[in-house]
């Protein structure tokens, strides 16, 4: 069983930064992918990034690209999202989410459905 706790959420106004943070328990955190997911109010999950096991290949989903970094320290159990230039449409609650089925290093996942373990979430509010 994985945990993950995620922190680091907050209100910031549009165009600020923040960097969640999501800490695994378990001693095999470098065999997970490590994705982000969002959900805003009254809309659908949503990929926003994701970090292959060997930290080498990230993905993300358009609208964030050139804002958004996904980062992982393995030895720290540890992935990060670092967010910049944020837009209201950022908003929503932001959970970070750890698979087991990848079958080489290099796949990220953008399927909620690939992931196993969910952490809670933390909110982020962007105001305009």
């Known amino acids: 069983q994985v945990q993950l706790v995620e922190s680091g959420g907050g209100v910031v106004q549009a165009g600020g930064s923040l960097r969640l943070s999501c800490a695994a328990s378990g001693r095999t955190f470098s065999g997970y992918v490590m994705g982000w997911f969002r959900q805003a109010p009254g809309k659908e999950r949503e990929f926003v990034g994701g970090?292959?096991?060997?930290?080498?290949?990230?993905n993300y989903r358009d609208s964030v690209k050139g804002r958004f970094t996904i980062s992982r320290d393995n030895a720290k159990n540890t992935v990060y999202l670092q967010m910049s230039s944020l837009k209201p449409e950022d908003t929503g609650v932001y959970h970070c989410?750890?698979?087991?089925?990848?079958?080489?290093?290099?796949?990220?996942?953008?399927?909620?459905?690939?992931?196993?373990?969910w952490g809670q979430g933390t909110q982020v509010t962007v105001s305009s």
């Open positions: 989410a750890a698979s087991t089925r990848a079958w080489e290093d290099s796949i990220v996942f953008t399927d909620d459905g690939a992931y196993d373990y």
């Open positions: 970090v292959a096991r060997s930290a080498g290949t990230t």
